[in-house]
């Protein structure tokens, strides 16, 4: 940015609403376009779009909005990768095992911090807090997949819920499943 050229990553999800950065994160990123004259956009399908601008433009043709709850399905079956969907999102691992994208806590720092953040300013509606959950299911049969084998009795689903919370109702609400 610095040396004069513009940047437009899907790389980083944070920054696509670099309100959420920390202070020295956003003096550096602001400081480095005002040196270089340039721009810097973040974007990606999710996040980026689907739990982020697409609600915020949809919210538009509202009268009324009490609640927005968002879901996305995501059939692990064909992919073909078990270092992502075995080794860290722990498909096929039994229940009690924490895979590595369960080490997230929170929701602040998130993937889909800058989300959740991102409607609830477009909206004007102050968040009281933010919340993360997680459920697993398994399976009662052994399943061969393309990625590889989930044996019964382990993680066959999952959903990661992120909750905007206003006066203690969860009012933005994110589900991967």
Avoid at 139 to 165: C, F, K, M, Q, S
């Amino acid at each position: 940015l610095a040396s004069g050229k513009n940047v437009v990553s899907t790389a980083v999800s944070t920054h696509i609403y670099p309100a959420i950065l920390d202070d020295e994160t956003l003096e550096r990123l602001e400081g480095a376009c005002l040196e270089g004259k340039t721009s810097f956009h973040s974007s990606g399908i999710n996040p980026g779009f689907a739990l982020d601008v697409l609600p915020i433009t949809l919210s538009s043709i509202a009268g009324r909005i009490d609640r927005i709850h968002l879901t996305e399905l995501v059939d692990m079956s064909g992919y073909t990768s078990g270092a992502i969907v075995h080794d860290f999102i722990g498909m096929g691992m039994p229940p009690e095992i924490d895979a590595p994208m369960d080490l997230e806590k929170e929701v602040r720092g998130s993937s889909f911090h800058a989300s959740l953040q991102l409607v609830a300013d477009a909206l004007r509606t102050p968040l009281s807090e933010m919340r993360l959950l997680r459920e697993k299911a398994v399976t009662d049969v052994d399943l061969n997949l393309a990625w590889g084998r989930v044996p019964a009795g382990t993680t066959a689903a999952r959903r990661t819920r992120y909750e905007g919370i206003v006066a203690g109702e969860p009012r933005i609400l994110f589900d991967i499943v």
